[in-house]
């Protein structure tokens, strides 16, 4: 089974709009940690925001913010007034288990994001 | 926030031959990396989990003899792709944490390019 879903093979919006991309993921791990990357043409993997099992609030990083819910293991990233540069692939990831540095992470199979001017 | 270089950025190779990959956690210890495949259009997927100063964990079908992992101090791990053929021409990335962060990312490279003629 699919340990991360990103429904969302592909998407456009308009500049300065809001977006949201939707992820599910699916664990029995109590401990764990939510990840969106964005990746540009060049191939390089950039992080935009995590967030822990734990935490109680919804992560947020200047635009982006992640839509949290638990109960439905979703994890939504949302984009607020998007730019041209936001255009992308953008991949969603889990770790299970605690520790960052020594747990892999799963991948979903991300969604394309266009920004229309 | 810290960095992971790799290296060669890319690379052409002829069929038959072997190409060395390296990564390289510049301002932190890594007791751990991990290697990651992805080909055009499609998500990462996990390749192996290196461990300094032990043998490397390969996922499900990978084939330990021709990715051979080496990771012989805390701050470099090398990946060999041993004869090399078409279908392993691939953007190969990898990602490290600095041990102890916690919640934390793990951090990606740049990537390496290859393609095999």
């Known amino acids: 089974a699919q340990k991360i879903t990103q429904t969302q093979p592909g998407m456009f919006v308009q500049e300065k709009e809001a977006v949201t991309l939707d992820c599910t993921y699916d664990?029995?791990?109590?401990?764990?940690?939510l990840f969106w990357y964005k990746q540009p043409s060049s191939g390089e993997m950039i992080f935009l925001i995590y967030?822990?099992?734990?935490?109680?609030q919804n992560a947020t990083e200047g635009r982006y913010s992640l839509n949290f819910q638990k109960a439905r293991k979703s994890a939504n990233l949302v984009i607020s007034a998007s730019q041209l540069g936001d255009s992308a692939m953008y991949f969603c990831?889990?770790?299970?288990?605690?520790?960052?540095?020594?747990?892999?992470?799963?991948f979903g199979g991300g969604t394309r994001v266009l920004v229309k001017p | 926030g810290a960095v992971v270089s790799q290296h060669p950025s890319w690379v052409i190779c002829k069929s038959g031959t072997s190409v060395k990959i390296e990564c390289r956690s510049l301002?932190?210890?890594?007791?751990?990396m991990f290697w990651y495949r992805q080909f055009p259009k499609q998500s990462l997927m996990l390749m192996a989990t290196?461990?300094?100063?032990?043998?490397?964990t390969y996922e499900q079908g990978v084939e330990k003899d021709k990715f051979l992992i080496n990771h012989a101090s805390l701050t470099l791990s090398t990946l060999t792709v041993t004869s090399a053929h078409p279908e392993d021409s691939s953007f190969y990335i990898c990602?490290?944490?600095?041990w102890g962060s916690g919640t934390d990312t793990q951090y990606f490279g740049p990537g390496t390019r290859l393609t095999v003629l």
């Open positions: 990602s490290a944490g600095p």
């Open positions: 664990t029995s791990d109590p401990s764990y940690g």
């Open positions: 967030q822990g099992s734990y935490d109680q």
């Open positions: 990831a889990m770790r299970e288990g605690i520790e960052a540095a020594g747990n892999k992470l799963t």
């Open positions: 301002d932190f210890q890594a007791t751990t």
């Open positions: 290196s461990n300094e100063g032990s043998k490397a």
